[in-house]
């Protein structure tokens, strides 16, 4: 994510910050990629503490896509919803330098159905996925302990709400570029063929979790075409954000170029050399606090492949024709 400031008084403003230091009310303006002291209250901004600019409606542009949102006076849904949907507003902007649902991109959007397990009734079962450009997100695991119970028991390295909602928009990309010339015979020449049986495919995976594989970036990417897909896109997201963070704190080291600008970058040889060395030197920070690695995969040629797919398409999908 690259730095913001705050327009008065330069002081650096946090991406989700409501004031600065300085006195001033922080908005995020989404149009145009800058932090502004003046907007319209985005009708989240006092209950969930949303600090982007609202638009037509009340609502911000992200938070104006999410078309269900939990019962907000039940157990602690207030905080899990603020929480995702500040994981999403990340997510989306970071998508938004490829042009994905900026104001340039006359496609459509996806819907977000926020829902919480507590329902203040009888506890819901909730299963995270898309379908048909609706985008099921469970905010229950924006509380840090359930999450991290789940990783252990489904045996996951890395999860996030960041990694959810890139994860889920994966499978809705999918669904915008599949009608472009050539995508999809690409597509099955890198990742298989996506119509195979998709229920009787995540089945298997449940009844037999595969562990890693050289050819696929996580177990689960081997359940089927389309979740490979999502975790190779959700994996060159990460990528890519943490690199920008890395080169927006002004850090250099040897082999990332000054001026590097990762989102821009179009080589995908390029950004994942880089992207892997600003990993392992973070790693090596992290290990001298004992915590767990920043990212803790290897990107082997296979992967590397199908990761470079990936960019190709989302970062052009703008100039693909239908
Ligand atoms: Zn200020
Ligand atoms: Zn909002
Ligand atoms: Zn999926």
Request: with cysteine; hydrophobic share 40%; net charge neutral.
């Given at each position: 994510?690259?730095?913001?400031?705050?327009?008065?008084?330069?002081?650096r403003?946090?991406f989700h910050?409501?004031?600065?230091?300085?006195?001033?009310?922080?908005?995020?303006?989404?149009?145009?990629?800058?932090m502004?002291?003046?907007?319209a209250?985005?009708?989240?901004?006092?209950?969930?503490?949303?600090?982007?600019i609202?638009?037509?409606?009340g609502l911000?542009?992200?938070?104006a896509?999410?078309?269900?949102?939990?019962?907000?006076?039940?157990?602690n849904?207030?905080?899990l919803?603020?929480?995702?949907?500040r994981?999403?507003?990340?997510?989306?902007?970071?998508?938004?330098?490829?042009?994905?649902?900026s104001?340039?991109?006359?496609?459509?959007?996806?819907?977000?159905?926020?829902?919480?397990?507590?329902?203040?009734?009888?506890?819901?079962q909730?299963?995270?996925?898309?379908?048909a450009?609706?985008i099921?997100?469970?905010?229950?695991?924006?509380?840090?302990l359930i999450?991290?119970q789940?990783?252990?028991?489904?045996?996951?390295?890395?999860r996030s709400?960041?990694?959810?909602?890139?994860?889920?928009?994966?499978?809705?990309?999918?669904d915008?570029?599949?009608?472009?010339?050539?995508?999809?015979?690409a597509?099955?020449?890198?990742?298989?063929?996506?119509?195979?049986?998709?229920?009787?495919?995540?089945?298997?995976?449940?009844?037999?979790?595969?562990?890693?594989?050289?050819?696929?970036?996580t177990?689960?990417?081997?359940?089927?075409?389309?979740?490979?897909?999502a975790?190779?896109?959700?994996?060159?997201?990460?990528?890519?954000?943490f690199?920008?963070?890395?080169v927006?704190?002004?850090?250099?080291?040897?082999?990332?170029?000054?001026?590097?600008?990762?989102?821009?970058?179009?080589?995908?040889?390029?950004?994942?050399d880089?992207?892997?060395?600003?990993?392992?030197?973070i790693?090596d920070?992290?290990?001298?606090?004992?915590?767990?690695?920043?990212?803790?995969?290897?990107?082997?040629p296979?992967?590397?492949?199908?990761?470079?797919f990936?960019?190709?398409?989302?970062?052009?999908?703008?100039?693909?024709?239908?």
């Amino acid at each position: 994510m690259q730095r913001f400031a705050c327009p008065t008084c330069g002081r650096r403003a946090y991406f989700h910050n409501l004031t600065c230091a300085c006195g001033h009310a922080l908005y995020f303006d989404a149009a145009r990629m800058v932090m502004r002291n003046e907007g319209a209250d985005c009708g989240n901004r006092a209950p969930i503490g949303c600090n982007w600019i609202g638009e037509a409606g009340g609502l911000c542009r992200s938070c104006a896509m999410s078309r269900v949102v939990p019962v907000l006076n039940v157990g602690n849904n207030i905080q899990l919803l603020g929480r995702a949907e500040r994981a999403k507003r990340w997510v989306l902007t970071n998508i938004a330098n490829w042009h994905w649902f900026s104001d340039d991109d006359p496609g459509p959007r996806p819907r977000f159905l926020m829902l919480s397990e507590e329902t203040g009734g009888r506890a819901e079962q909730i299963t995270m996925g898309h379908l048909a450009g609706e985008i099921t997100i469970n905010v229950t695991e924006a509380d840090a302990l359930i999450r991290l119970q789940r990783r252990q028991e489904l045996g996951e390295q890395y999860r996030s709400m960041v990694g959810h909602f890139r994860h889920e928009l994966a499978h809705f990309f999918f669904d915008r570029l599949a009608p472009k010339a050539g995508f999809l015979a690409a597509f099955r020449d890198c990742f298989g063929d996506e119509r195979a049986d998709y229920s009787a495919a995540l089945q298997r995976y449940y009844q037999s979790p595969p562990v890693s594989s050289h050819d696929f970036i996580t177990p689960y990417a081997r359940s089927h075409p389309h979740e490979d897909w999502a975790e190779t896109v959700a994996h060159l997201l990460h990528l890519v954000d943490f690199t920008d963070s890395f080169v927006s704190t002004g850090l250099t080291m040897p082999g990332v170029p000054t001026g590097f600008a990762p989102y821009a970058e179009t080589d995908t040889d390029r950004l994942l050399d880089i992207a892997t060395r600003v990993a392992i030197a973070i790693n090596d920070i992290n290990r001298a606090l004992d915590n767990e690695d920043l990212y803790p995969f290897v990107l082997t040629p296979p992967i590397r492949r199908k990761i470079g797919f990936a960019h190709g398409w989302m970062t052009a999908h703008l100039s693909q024709r239908a």
